[in-house]
């Protein structure tokens, strides 16, 4: 059994840039141990899972993707004691000012602690006037001397947010890194309630790496596990100030099921029934086009997988104060594990294009 | 062996169309190598050693180019870009077709004579004067005509990306007395419209790990910033560029080597553009993949200019990583 | 005595409107897909609907020395989906597929499996100002209108498309989803003539509209020797504004099969562009070549899957691309089932034995 609040705050306290999981991964990987049967890394990084089955082989298996890999920065280059940045993935520079940070120096192994400073109207280009600084006008202060600032770090090093997880009122959780770590929380609960029960499938649950960047790892751990069936469970936009449209849902109305062409609509229609026979509450996610998860990758690996999208409404997503309730990261992990044990060896064979 | 680089530079290939360099260079690595093949999609596989870890090599073979859209009624050809092609780099420059008829390049008036022209509003004139008997016709391929330049440490020439990636894979393998591994120096098709020879190749291979030879950008002429990048100061090894991470393991061990080799190198994070180690990176099961990288000035330029310092050390940087045994 | 080369007759024209009337929009092919399943279960071998939605369908030859040739034609078509209900029928939509919006304004729609006719209004001229009439309208001041009698009829999630239906005027026909339900009814053709020295795979591929995604896992599917993709590519052979030489045509209505050498997904393999082009110049089928440029086809995905298949892409023109009416001639289709049956009649090993070049 693991306790999910410290779980998950130790997940928003350790970095794990997509390509350098590994700290989020240790983590994963101890609160995993007790709750499977088999761990191994894949190649790019990812941490495969498999909790198995009670059905006689070859053993049909689901595959519950969730990406571990945080956004960041790196550092591209050192000016007179001050480090200039690119991103890793997307980040919105209007949000960086001001923002604490800590710099993975690579030379000496240290991390420093440093903050993303705005220079003065007068040293940047008259262009930028009083709009938002870009990113490579940003720089990070580390307050240090520039002859330390130069031993200690070297271009590549990583810049990570150094916000501290916080609870609010409301069983309401704040922190960086909630895309994705929430949904690795949610995962991690369904693998607690399915102790003790039977489920006939394998179940591989994996925790990608590079979806930020590429969507590597799912599409290389799909490939190589070749699931039947592939679920990605995500964070997907909270209803929030300035995010209000047909995109959005509500904070703690419940985990959200994708419709739209990356998901098998037998899958959807499956797993919306079940929510509702089970009271869990949820809302429908449109993704008219690409779902901008995993699943997007996995529905294409090999010869094609049936896919779904399980998703957790996160307010400000991307910045380093992203928001989640917690009940929903429960509600998404019981909706998975209740999913699970109902699949009956045969299963597969029931899936139908409703027409 | 700079005779070698002319030879390979000045070959006409642009992506799709690969056949005359892979001729040049089959006939360069077949006494070197223990095998060669040639795949689907035009791929050329050199594999050196047998049984040990399987590493894939990727240099690709394929320049950027022209092909034609249309023979107006007086005879100039319309062409659009194969790869990432840009109309200021072309205005006056003189370009040949595959089947050997050379041309240049003009535009439409523009609006204001210092505007850059569009793709759209320029043509090749190849001294036809209607479009009957003409010896272009719509989809025939072409390429930057421009002869290779030695300036000493710095040599100059079309197409130096990629074929100076070939280059250094040709003299790894001439270098490369034995190996504990099973390489696969592949010579890549069709980088330049998306990594797609190297995608497929990494399919059909199924390395253990990759490593792409390639240029890289530059940081060492007037009014460029933020990026730590000089010609001279030893190739880059790379962990970041717009497409992909390498693998912090192959970086390192990159870096293992280089410094215990005592040869030069520099850190590489790129902001723009990608190479064959994405492409390999997220092929099958993943392969832990990374970027030996050229620093080049001018890329996709008629004159891509690199330091053939770099070059040498690239290659002896490569052959002390495939000469010795690795564990990432 | 039986046909041994397939024609476009009124079965062929009928089975191409009943197609291209079908609702069909990216990630939600059903309709066609029914269609097409009734169409090729008679002259099939095998018969797979895969995870994504693709039907896969595999005929095999009698002769030796087979080629494994897949064929590949899409089944969805661009249109809408609803995203957002604002009551009283009223519905906000989002666009599947590349769509210029200003082709919608007015236009008649249908929604949904049940086919509930809408329409995508506009404000009235009267209400509107002149400078307002200088800008396009935007997506989201669009809405889809199935009248508040339907409004429990229509729910978030449902596909809507074009409400126009297919015409046959004089040499040429009009309809939505021209792109690419003609290419699947030629592959329906092509089966029923299938010739014995290959081993047919016909991908009735879903998803080509955004991003090649069926066809993807369809050539991984088959892992077939070589492919031909066939589809429908636009003809913009119009009078330019200024009178001048119109050079950006892409296609030409009226010139046959559009054979591709290079688009922004593919540089199609040479050996097959040659082979295409001799077998129309032999049996004097008129052909042209598409104009090298942007867009793409199933090709795009085809030839970089598993460790590279060679692949070409042909392509039946028509005008005004992604519209509520695409207009194509026949004469085109049946010179573009032409040129394929007869090019499948001749493919033989040697085709791909020599490297590609």
Redesign the interface.
């Known amino acids: 059994m693991t306790e999910l609040m410290p779980f998950l705050k130790s997940l928003l306290s350790v970095p794990g840039l997509s390509g350098y999981e590994t700290p989020a991964m240790r983590l994963i990987e101890d609160a995993w141990k007790p709750l499977v049967n088999e761990m191994r890394l894949s190649r790019l990084g990812s941490l495969e899972a498999l909790k198995k089955g009670t059905a006689a082989e070859p053993r049909p298996s689901i595959l519950v993707a969730t990406h571990m890999d945080a956004i960041g920065m790196m550092v591209t280059s050192i000016k007179d004691g001050f480090l200039f940045m690119t991103m890793v993935g997307g980040v919105d520079a209007r949000v960086l000012p001001g923002t604490p940070v800590t710099v993975h120096a690579g030379a000496s192994g240290e991390d420093l602690p440093g903050v993303v400073v705005q220079p003065p109207a007068r040293l940047l280009p008259a262009s930028i006037g009083e709009g938002p600084v870009p990113l490579d006008q940003l720089m990070v202060d580390v307050g240090l001397l520039m002859k330390d600032v130069a031993a200690k770090v070297r271009v590549g090093d990583l810049v990570s947010y150094a916000t501290e997880p916080q609870e609010f009122a409301g069983d309401i959780i704040v922190g960086h890194s909630l895309d994705n770590r929430a949904s690795v929380a949610a995962l991690t609960v369904a693998l607690n309630e399915l102790q003790g029960k039977t489920h006939a499938w394998d179940v591989w649950a994996v925790a990608t790496a590079q979806e930020e960047v590429t969507l590597g790892g799912a599409i290389t751990s799909a490939f190589g596990i070749h699931p039947d069936l592939a679920v990605a469970v995500d964070v997907t936009f909270a209803k929030g100030p300035g995010a209000n449209d047909w995109q959005t849902h509500g904070l703690g109305k419940g985990a959200s099921i994708g419709f739209g062409p990356n998901i098998h609509p037998y899958l959807f229609k499956q797993f919306k029934e079940l929510a509702e026979k089970l009271e869990i509450p949820h809302e429908v996610d449109v993704m008219p086009r690409m779902s901008g998860t995993d699943a997007y990758g996995m529905q294409i690996a090999a010869e094609g997988i049936p896919t779904i999208v399980i998703s957790i409404p996160l307010r400000y997503m991307h910045t380093p104060v992203e928001m989640v309730a917690v009940k929903d990261i429960q509600r998404a992990g019981r909706l998975l594990a209740e999913f699970i044990t109902r699949l009956e060896p045969d299963f597969i064979n029931k899936i139908t294009w409703d027409e | 062996m700079k005779s070698l680089l002319q030879k390979l530079t000045e070959t006409f290939s642009p992506?799709?169309?690969e056949?005359a360099i892979?001729d040049v260079i089959r006939a360069e690595v077949e006494p070197l190598a223990d095998e060669i093949s040639?795949?689907?999609?035009?791929?050329l596989v050199a594999r050196k050693g047998k049984g040990g870890k399987k590493i894939m090599i990727a240099a690709h073979m394929d320049e950027i180019g022209l092909?034609?859209?249309?023979i107006?009624?007086n005879g100039f050809v319309?062409f659009?870009g194969?790869g990432g092609v840009y109309p200021q780099m072309l205005m006056g420059g003189r370009v040949r077709f595959a089947n050997g008829v050379p041309g240049v390049m003009y535009t439409e008036p523009l609006d204001k004579p210092t505007d850059t022209p569009a793709i759209?509003k320029m043509f090749i004139d190849v001294g036809a004067t209607s479009n009957k008997n003409h010896p272009i016709?719509?989809?025939d391929?072409a390429a930057f005509e421009r002869p290779f330049l030695d300036l000493g440490d710095r040599v100059v020439a079309k197409s130096m990306d990629d074929r100076i990636g070939c280059y250094v894979a040709i003299e790894t393998l001439r270098a490369l007395k034995k190996t504990p591994h099973e390489v696969y120096f592949v010579f890549t098709t069709?980088e330049e419209?998306g990594t797609?020879?190297a995608?497929?190749?990494a399919?059909?291979l199924d390395p253990?790990i990759g490593i792409a030879l390639d240029v890289t950008g530059w940081g060492d002429t007037p009014g460029r910033?933020?990026?730590?990048m000089y010609l001279g100061k030893g190739p880059a090894v790379k962990?970041?560029d717009g497409?992909?991470?390498?693998?912090?393991r192959v970086?390192d061990w990159m870096i293992r080597t280089a410094e215990k080799a005592k040869l030069p190198y520099q850190?590489?994070?790129l902001?723009g553009g990608t190479t064959d180690a994405?492409a390999m990176?997220?092929?099958?099961?993943?392969?832990?993949a990374g970027c030996i990288s050229i620093p080049c000035r001018y890329v996709h330029s008629p004159s891509e200019m690199v330091d053939y310092n770099d070059v040498q050390n690239a290659v002896k940087l490569l052959t002390a990583m495939l000469g010795a045994p690795v564990e990432l | 005595m039986a046909e041994t080369t397939p024609k476009i007759g009124n079965s062929q024209i009928k089975l191409l409107e009943k197609l291209c009337n079908a609702i069909g929009v990216s990630g939600d092919e059903g309709e066609v897909r029914k269609i097409v399943l009734e169409e090729v279960k008679p002259h099939a071998d095998d018969v797979k609907v895969d995870a994504l939605g693709n039907v896969l369908v595999t005929r095999s030859g009698s002769s030796k020395d087979r080629v494994r040739v897949m064929l590949d034609a899409h089944m969805d078509e661009v249109g809408f989906m609803i995203v957002g209900d604002d009551g009283d029928g009223i519905f906000r939509f989002e666009l599947v597929g590349g769509l210029d919006v200003r082709q919608l304004v007015g236009k008649p729609v249908v929604v949904g499996k049940n086919k509930v006719p809408g329409v995508i209004g506009a404000r009235p001229i009267h209400l509107t100002t002149t400078e307002e009439r200088q800008r396009k309208i935007p997506l989201d001041q669009l809405k889809i209108d199935v009248g508040p009698g339907a409004a429990g009829k229509v729910k978030v999630g449902d596909r809507a498309t074009f409400g126009s239906t297919f015409k046959r005027v004089g040499p040429s026909i009009m309809s939505k989803a021209i792109d690419d339900r003609i290419g699947v009814a030629t592959l329906i053709e092509l089966l029923k003539f299938a010739p014995p020295n290959v081993d047919l795979c016909l991908s009735f591929a879903v998803q080509e509209e955004i991003g090649l995604r069926g066809a993807k896992v369809a050539a991984h599917y088959f892992n077939p020797d070589m492919a031909i993709a066939l589809d429908s590519t636009p003809a913009n052979d119009l009078p330019t504004h200024d009178g001048e030489e119109n050079i950006f045509y892409n296609t030409k209505l009226g010139a046959g099969p559009a054979i591709y050498t290079f688009d922004a997904g593919t540089l199609n393999d040479p050996r097959l562009i040659r082979f295409l082009a001799q077998v129309g110049d032999e049996a004097r089928i008129p052909y042209q070549f598409r104009q090298p440029g942007g867009g793409g086809t199933d090709a795009g995905s085809i030839h970089r899957s598993r460790a590279g298949i060679p692949t070409v892409s042909v392509s039946v023109p028509h005008r005004y691309t992604h519209t509520a009416y695409s207009l194509s001639r026949l004469d085109d289709w049946k010179h573009t089932l032409a040129l394929l049956h007869t090019a499948l009649t001749k493919i033989t090993p040697a085709l791909l034995a020599e490297e590609r070049r």
């Open positions: 992506s799709g169309y056949s892979r040639v795949d689907a999609l035009g791929n092909v034609a859209t249309h107006d009624a319309r659009t194969i759209e016709k719509i989809g391929v069709q419209v797609r020879g995608g497929t190749a399919y059909g253990e910033k933020n990026f730590e962990i970041k497409g992909m991470l390498a693998d912090p970086v850190r590489e994070v902001l994405r990176q997220v092929a099958r099961t993943g392969i832990p």
